[in-house]
């Protein structure tokens, strides 16, 4: 019977992490199975089996770092090699490989397959749990493989996430204070990482939460980001009293079959027009080279529980302010569900941070290289604007160009940041 072979294809752009393994040598498994889940910078994602037949090798395990060509398992099946992935939604490919030696399987491993030991861990358990749940361990920083699952087949329900969960912490406050942080005649890595918390518990409890690869790769970044790159923060205000109007009015016109406008579509808008008018700024910074982009594409950052995530907008100056919206609430939905694909955060000129929802009056964002600037949108408020004869209430929308000062000189750092203020106050001005 042929083997084959499973890789994480998603993984083509970064190399990632295992973050999960369910299945051991020996086992059934059924096509579509879950046979482990991994992670990296920007996506998470299951592996499934793609055919039914036997688990012949695991060549990997949790916290395992692996890049698309790593082969994880070799499945041994009777069922025809499954064509490769034509869509991006599978996250793992297969490679048929004929077997040096086929042997048939023991009728022991068909009866016992669950419960083969782990090579190099007696103590090894199979787990079976949802993705969600899986999910919602990996960001609790839970081993799921210690939590008793009370589903069928012993599956760990969220329900027994949480139990296990809540024990620990009872556990914890029960326990003398320092308890866990109390130097032990070995030491582990886990231990040294205690000692090095006690620095921080000697004014109080505290609570030691690891960090998500997604979390990892972003502090990363913006280290990197922040070190090297030389920022300039302008900052500014668009009076989008006449947008705001029309915005509600367009909402309260649009049927249900509509998409919502929030403000964001408006300002993808302008800063399509803006980044057109200012070539400059639609570009990338690659050491002595800038790389002028003749499309424009721009990220959007999005704040999901898992961290944050920039999905990338395709051809803004192409698109109509619904479809813009139509965009952005589908890649928001994708961010918040880890579903975006690689090809969704990839190819960006320019990026827009908008805390506007949320609130503050400005902020300083960091630039999302090789790009070479990011807007910061800030909470509008109404104010009082003189207009040459008196004041005015004026609703102003705060705005926060930083922009990498090796690329964008500051007087057109400015004009650029003056131009999107004007296209907001009057987005006919886009249209010229
Ligand atoms: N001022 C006041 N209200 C604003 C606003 C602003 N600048 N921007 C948006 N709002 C309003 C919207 O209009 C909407 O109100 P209504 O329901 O009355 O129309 C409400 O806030 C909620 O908007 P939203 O957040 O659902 O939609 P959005 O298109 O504005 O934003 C998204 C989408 C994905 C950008 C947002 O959800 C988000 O994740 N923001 C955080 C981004 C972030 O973390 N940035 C920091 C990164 S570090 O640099």
Same mark, same amino acid.
Request: hydrophobic share 40%.
């Given at each position: 019977?042929?083997l084959i072979?499973?890789?994480?294809?998603?993984f083509k752009?970064?190399?990632?992490?295992?973050?999960?393994?369910t299945?051991?040598p020996?086992?059934?498994?059924?096509?579509?199975?879950?046979?482990g889940?991994?992670?990296?910078?920007k996506?998470?994602?299951?592996?499934?089996?793609?055919?039914a037949?036997?688990?012949?090798?695991?060549?990997?395990?949790?916290?395992?770092?692996?890049?698309?060509?790593?082969?994880?398992?070799?499945?041994?099946?009777s069922?025809?090699a499954?064509?490769?992935?034509a869509?991006?939604?599978?996250?793992?490919?297969?490679?048929?490989i004929?077997?040096?030696?086929?042997?048939?399987?023991?009728?022991a491993?068909?009866?016992?397959?669950?419960?083969?030991?782990?090579?190099?861990s007696?103590?090894?358990?199979?787990?079976?749990?949802?993705?969600?749940?899986?999910?919602?361990?990996?960001?609790?920083?839970?081993d799921?493989?210690?939590?008793?699952?009370?589903?069928?087949?012993?599956?760990?329900?969220?329900r027994d996430?949480?139990d296990?969960?809540r024990?620990?912490l009872?556990?914890?406050?029960? /326990?003398p204070?320092?308890?866990? $942080?109390?130097?032990? +005649?070995?030491?582990?890595? %886990? #231990? @040294?990482?205690? =000692?090095a918390?006690?620095?921080?518990?000697?004014?109080?409890?505290?609570?030691v939460?690891?960090?998500?690869?997604?979390?990892?790769?972003?502090?990363?970044?913006?280290?990197?980001?922040?070190?090297?790159?030389?920022?300039?923060?302008?900052?500014g /205000?668009?009076d989008?009293t006449e $947008?705001e109007r029309? +915005?509600l009015?367009?909402? %309260? #016109? @649009?049927?249900? =079959?509509?998409?919502?406008?929030?403000?964001?579509p408006?300002?993808?808008?302008?800063c399509a027009?803006?980044?057109r008018?200012?070539?400059?700024?639609n570009?990338?910074?690659?050491?002595?080279?800038?790389?002028?982009?003749?499309?424009?594409h721009?990220?959007f950052?999005v704040?999901?529980?898992h961290?944050?995530?920039v999905?990338?907008?395709?051809?803004?100056d192409?698109l109509?302010i619904?479809?813009l919206?139509?965009?952005v609430r589908?890649?928001?939905?994708k961010?918040?569900h880890?579903?975006?694909?690689?090809?969704?955060?990839r190819?960006?000129?320019?990026?827009?941070?908008s805390?506007?929802?949320?609130?503050?009056?400005?902020?300083?964002?960091?630039?999302?290289?090789?790009?070479?600037a990011?807007?910061?949108?800030?909470r509008?408020?109404?104010?009082?604007?003189?207009?040459?004869e008196?004041f005015q209430?004026r609703?102003?929308?705060?705005?926060?160009?930083?922009y990498?000062?090796?690329a964008?000189?500051g007087?057109?750092?400015?004009r650029?940041?003056a131009?999107?203020?004007?296209?907001l106050?009057?987005?006919r001005?886009?249209l010229?």
């Amino acid at each position: 019977m042929p083997l084959i072979e499973i890789t994480c294809s998603e993984f083509k752009e970064s190399e990632g992490s295992v973050t999960s393994v369910t299945v051991a040598p020996g086992q059934l498994v059924s096509r579509d199975q879950v046979l482990g889940s991994a992670e990296n910078d920007k996506v998470s994602v299951d592996i499934p089996a793609p055919a039914a037949g036997i688990v012949r090798e695991v060549l990997t395990k949790t916290a395992d770092t692996i890049g698309a060509h790593t082969v994880l398992f070799r499945i041994e099946t009777s069922e025809d090699a499954p064509p490769q992935p034509a869509t991006e939604q599978k996250s793992s490919t297969v490679q048929t490989i004929e077997p040096a030696v086929a042997p048939e399987p023991a009728p022991a491993e068909l009866a016992e397959p669950a419960q083969s030991a782990w090579p190099g861990s007696a103590s090894f358990r199979p787990t079976h749990a949802s993705p969600s749940v899986r999910r919602i361990a990996l960001e609790w920083g839970a081993d799921i493989a210690r939590v008793r699952g009370s589903g069928p087949h012993q599956r760990v329900l969220e329900r027994d996430l949480k139990d296990h969960v809540r024990t620990i912490l009872a556990r914890a406050a029960s /326990a003398p204070a320092n308890a866990s $942080l109390q130097p032990s +005649r070995t030491t582990t890595a %886990a #231990e @040294a990482r205690d =000692a090095a918390t006690e620095a921080d518990s000697e004014f109080g409890p505290v609570e030691v939460r690891p960090l998500s690869l997604l979390r990892k790769t972003a502090a990363r970044r913006v280290t990197e980001s922040a070190s090297t790159i030389p920022h300039v923060t302008q900052f500014g /205000a668009a009076d989008i009293t006449e $947008l705001e109007r029309w +915005r509600l009015e367009l909402n %309260a #016109e @649009a049927n249900a =079959a509509q998409v919502k406008l929030t403000l964001l579509p408006f300002i993808l808008n302008a800063c399509a027009a803006a980044l057109r008018a200012f070539p400059e700024l639609n570009a990338s910074f690659r050491g002595d080279k800038l790389v002028l982009k003749r499309f424009v594409h721009i990220g959007f950052a999005v704040d999901t529980p898992h961290g944050l995530l920039v999905p990338v907008v395709r051809d803004v100056d192409q698109l109509s302010i619904t479809e813009l919206a139509r965009a952005v609430r589908e890649l928001t939905q994708k961010a918040v569900h880890r579903k975006l694909t690689t090809s969704d955060l990839r190819g960006g000129c320019f990026t827009v941070s908008s805390l506007g929802s949320i609130g503050g009056r400005a902020f300083t964002p960091i630039i999302n290289p090789p790009e070479v600037a990011i807007l910061g949108v800030s909470r509008h408020s109404m104010e009082a604007r003189w207009d040459g004869e008196r004041f005015q209430p004026r609703l102003m929308l705060p705005l926060s160009l930083s922009y990498d000062h090796r690329a964008v000189d500051g007087a057109a750092g400015a004009r650029f940041l003056a131009h999107i203020g004007e296209l907001l106050s009057d987005l006919r001005r886009a249209l010229l």
